[in-house]
Structures are given as C-alpha cells and as structure tokens.
C-alpha cells in the first residue's frame, strides 16, 4: 500500500511563529534540508521524517508522510511546540541589553530546531567556508547518493556505514571537495560505535565538545554547532563570522579571539546562550543590528558547569 501524505493539522504551538520567523528557522544555518514549496510552505526531511510545514490561518500546521501520530508528534518535538524554549528566553538578559532585545524582536518565536546527531554532524562537517544554499545542495546530493529512500523522491541521509563504505567518485558527485575526507573519516569512527549518540548525549557539555573535536574535520566552531543543534546544549556558543561581526559591531569587541568570543557568550547570555546566539546570528545576517553599542555589556557571573 502507498504512503501518502497526512491531512494538515494545527500544531498546536506555545508560541505561534510568523512566516518570517519560520523561514529563518528552517533555511537560515541551523538544518539544511528544508525546502520552500510553490505554495509558500516548507518540506523537508529530519531523521526519517518527511513533513510539510505552513502558516495557516490558525496559527503553524503540519503534515507528514506516513503514519500522522507518529510523524506529527516528531515534527512537534523537533519545533519545540511545547514551549521549553520560549521559557528560556524570559531569562536571557534582554532587559538589560538593547542589541538582544532588538532581536529579540526582529525574529519572534525563533527557536532552535531539535535534529537528529547525525543529520546535524553530516550537515556541519560540509559548512566549512561554504554558504548556506551551497551546504544544503550538499546535503542533498549525500541522501540522494547514499541515503534510505523514504518514498516520493525524499531521503534520508545516510547511515556512517555508506558514508564510510562510499567510493571516491559517489562522494565527488556530491561536490564535497575536501570535506570528503573528513566525513568519510568521521563515518569509518562513528561506524564503528554503533551507539555514539547515546554515548555522546549521556556527556557533560565540555565532554562532549571535546569528544566531538576528536573527529576528522570538527574544530570548535563545528563542535559547538552539532552540540546545539544535534544534542540541545543550548549553553553551547557557536562562534562563526556573523557572530563574530554581531559581537564585534554590536557590543564593541572587535578584534577578540574566537575563543574569548565564545566565553564571553557563554558568560553574558547564560544558560540559554546557544538561544541568545541564533537570534543574533540571525539578526546580523538581516543587517539589523547596530553597529555602535550606547554601552558595552557587562557579562554576568555564573557558575561554570
């Protein structure tokens, strides 16, 4: 029997998300397998789920292929529909900051996007020095070449086994360059510990940083990525360009190492900083922040973890 698609249903969110707010949340650098369909709405693949996404009249729906309990209750999970997140906000240092207010702002409801560890891992070994477009084209062409086919053209991406078992010219296709070599290491490891992303997810942050580093072509930026977006940490700081101009421009740190950068968004913005930093990322990208801060930011103790 065909599988098909799945009525629409409401999604019931704690925060409902304007279509603004959704396409920065799906096609702006956390997942790259989103795409924007001819009616305005989203599809794409995370694990394997196949879902569609829309801004209806009552606020976000959701349709998925196959099975709709199973597929809209992930679907739900992977958008935060309970709202974990928006309380999170509530304790970031907005009031005293004007540049995170001011996101805050830009990007209502913005959330980060509950991926699967290995969707988020493969996505962002292939973002060195690429833009967003260019990774999600890469990703693509890894599915397709090597990923379960989940019906109707979709894919999921694929198991360490191929990625590790996968010839030279498979990986060329994929235009990797040479990103081909450190997923193709990364997946020769990961194959061989078939439960690494309980193992990993059972870690301390730091612990998992420094796990994650220990694979071929994660550095710190990578790391701190995979650990926000595939495992949740959201104490986790990603310190990219757009970053480092939103830090430089905004809150007069110019000329800061990445490194310091990155503990100084840890220290600032708290427990939630991986929250505050997707808003600022998006923001930059948008042009909006200011480029001369009235007053430097004063970052607030907290315990180290």
């Keep these: 029997m065909a599988v098909g698609w799945s009525d629409w249903y409401p999604l019931g ?12 949340q799906l096609d702006g650098g956390q997942a790259f397998r989103w795409r924007r369909d001819e009616a305005g709405g989203w599809q794409g693949v995370f694990g394997a789920t196949v879902a569609a996404v829309r801004v209806g ?37 907005w009031r005293s900051d004007p540049v995170l207010a001011g996101a805050l702002q830009l990007h209502p409801g913005l959330r980060i996007l509950r991926q699967p ?30 990923g379960a086919e989940l019906g109707a053209g979709f894919h999921a991406l694929p198991e360490w086994s191929a990625l590790a078992a996968a010839d030279d010219a498979t990986l060329k296709r994929c235009a990797l360059g040479y990103r081909a070599a450190f997923l193709r290491g990364t997946a020769r490891q990961l194959a061989a510990r078939p439960d690494w992303a309980e193992a990993f997810a059972a870690l301390p942050t730091p ?48 000329g800061w190492p990445a490194d310091r950068l990155e503990s100084f968004g840890r220290i600032h913005f708290g427990p939630a900083a991986g929250l505050a930093q997707q808003f600022l990322f998006a923001a930059a990208r948008a042009g909006q922040l200011p480029v001369t801060p009235a007053t430097r930011p004063t970052p607030r103790a907290r315990a180290r973890r």
């Design 117 to 146: 560890p290995r969707d988020a891992l493969i996505g962002f070994l292939c973002s060195s020095n690429k833009r967003i477009l260019q990774i999600r084209e890469m990703v693509a062409r890894l599915a397709t070449e090597l």
């Design 13 to 24: 969110l704690a925060q409902e998300v304007p279509a603004a707010t959704l396409a920065e």
């Design 207 to 254: 612990a998992l940083l420094t796990e994650l580093r220990a694979l071929p072509g994660v550095g710190p930026k990578v790391a701190a990525c995979v650990a926000l977006f595939g495992f949740g940490r959201l104490e986790s700081f990603p310190v990219d360009t757009w970053v480092v101009q939103a830090l430089g421009e905004a809150y007069g740190l110019r």
């Design 57 to 93: 009249d009552a606020g976000l729906e959701g349709r998925v292929r196959g099975p709709a309990d199973v597929g809209l209750a992930a679907l739900r999970a992977y958008l935060d529909a309970d709202g974990a997140q928006g309380r999170l906000v509530a304790d970031l240092p």
